[in-house]
């Protein structure tokens, strides 16, 4: 792994169902997020995590929810999809080392 | 939380420069990024300025003005690949970011 990976890339999703978004780093970065990115909107984070063991609510948390068990991993699942997530997922890392989040590839969500 | 502006679109001719303007509120800034994002990507890190001033790296420029809540990013020499969503994104705290909505630049040949 280089970087931070997301999978998967691209999902199609039944109302009602339940999604689990992975997102992987390996970089050792303490600090990772979940943002959605809607058309005219930007980007929104949704939950955070500073550091292994602790979450915070973003600014549109809700129908989601996060872990985070180790560093490199930090899953985010919808419980169950409503078509208003149909987005792209964007998962980010930092640390204290470094100013700037860098972007996984992103995730393609529709929910029908 | 904060409330950040930028203009929705940009053209400009190849060669030229372009001007992208932010502003901001924020109860506790603590950095302005800026990202730039083509279409079907990432978004990946441009600049970061913390004080006042002018940062620059290679063709790009970003300035900030903390008392006046505002930042611009500077394109010189515009190429075809510039073409792109520009996001800025304020600092709050130690971690997290609230970013605009996004500047699309197209630049024109």
């Known amino acids: 792994i280089a970087g931070i990976t997301q999978a998967p890339t691209s999902q199609i999703l039944a109302a009602g169902r339940r999604m689990t978004l992975r997102c992987t780093q390996d970089m050792r970065h303490n600090a990772m997020y979940w943002y959605r990115q809607d058309l005219g909107l930007g980007l929104r984070l949704i939950h955070y995590s500073n550091t292994a063991g602790t979450t915070g609510k973003g600014e549109v948390p809700d129908g989601y929810s996060v872990s985070r068990a180790n560093t490199d991993d930090f899953p985010l699942t919808l419980a169950s999809a409503v078509p208003s997530q149909t987005s792209v997922y964007f998962c980010?890392?930092?640390?204290?080392?470094?100013?700037?989040?860098?972007f996984g590839p992103g995730t393609r969500l529709t929910v029908l | 939380g904060q409330n950040i502006d930028q203009p929705t679109e940009m053209t400009a001719t190849e060669g030229a420069i372009v001007q992208i303007n932010c502003t901001y509120q924020t109860s506790g800034f603590n950095g302005l990024f800026w990202y730039q994002q083509h279409a079907g990507e990432a978004p990946t890190f441009l600049s970061y300025?913390?004080?006042?001033g002018l940062e620059e790296k290679g063709r790009f420029s970003s300035f900030l003005s903390r008392s006046k809540g505002y930042s611009y990013l500077l394109l010189k020499e515009l190429q075809m690949k510039d073409s792109a969503s520009y996001l800025c994104?304020?600092?709050?705290?130690?971690?997290?970011?609230?970013f605009g909505a996004g500047t699309t630049v197209t630049v024109r040949a």
């Open positions: 994104a304020v600092r709050e705290g130690d971690y997290k970011l609230s």
């Open positions: 980010a890392s930092s640390d204290s080392a470094h100013n700037e989040q860098f």
């Open positions: 300025n913390v004080l006042d």
